[in-house]
């Protein structure tokens, strides 16, 4: 199976380089011509699964605009608790951001190791029903530290999670098989 795992447009949030995660925000302008710009190189493919958030859902809707939905809860962004909606700024002299920097958990919110174990039962779910309808070519919509989650637990030969690191809009393609899943980077 292919799938093509694309980022979201830009928000507002994005914008001003925030922590977005539960923040519901939609696309900014920036993001809707990101959007476009993805749709004019976008293959075609059978379904298109993507997280329940109001910037992935019009993302989703603009690249792949006649395509069926399905909505995979898990496929959420991190929830950075007290750190929601603050930039590196207004955090830098805070002494949890600092330790969250350094790997710890973000007060009230969802540290790495949950998010990516969230994530990974989420792709896990979305490839197994994949599987099960008999697609061979699918699309995931989902957030830059849901990729990062993803491609870091499955993509082979395994890389940290910085490498996938995605620009608004971005997307890898990668071949899938197995399961668990095992993620090859097309090249």
């Known amino acids: 199976m292919v799938i093509e795992l694309y980022r979201h447009g830009a928000t507002p949030g994005n914008l001003e380089h925030r922590y977005v995660g539960s923040s519901d925000q939609p ?3 920036e993001g809707m011509e990101q959007a476009r710009s993805a749709a004019a190189a976008a293959p075609e493919v059978q379904l298109v699964y993507r997280s329940p ?6 993302t ?23 750190f929601e909606n603050r ?15 350094d790997g710890g958990d973000p007060p009230g919110g969802e540290g790495r190791a949950a998010a990516a174990d969230r994530a990974a039962a989420a792709f896990g779910q979305l490839v197994r029903d994949a599987g099960e309808r008999g697609l ?8 830059g530290g849901t990729i990062m989650s993803i491609m870091s637990r ?6 940290e999670f910085y490498y996938f690191q995605l620009p608004n809009c971005g997307h890898y393609t990668v071949s899938c098989s197995g399961c668990p899943p095992v ?3 097309a090249e």
Request: aromatic share 10%; proline share 6%.
């Open 27 to 29: 696309l900014a302008p």
């Open 53 to 58: 958030m109001l910037r992935c859902a019009m």
């Open 60 to 82: 989703a809707d603009i690249i792949f605009p006649d395509t069926e939905k399905v909505i995979i809860d898990g496929l959420h962004e991190t929830n950075f608790g007290a």
């Open 87 to 101: 930039n590196y700024d207004e955090l830098m002299d805070d002494p949890d951001y600092r330790k969250w920097l």
């Open 136 to 143: 061979q070519h699918i699309a995931v919509v989902c957030h």
């Open 154 to 159: 499955f993509v082979r030969p395994a890389r």
């Open 183 to 185: 993620l090859t980077l």
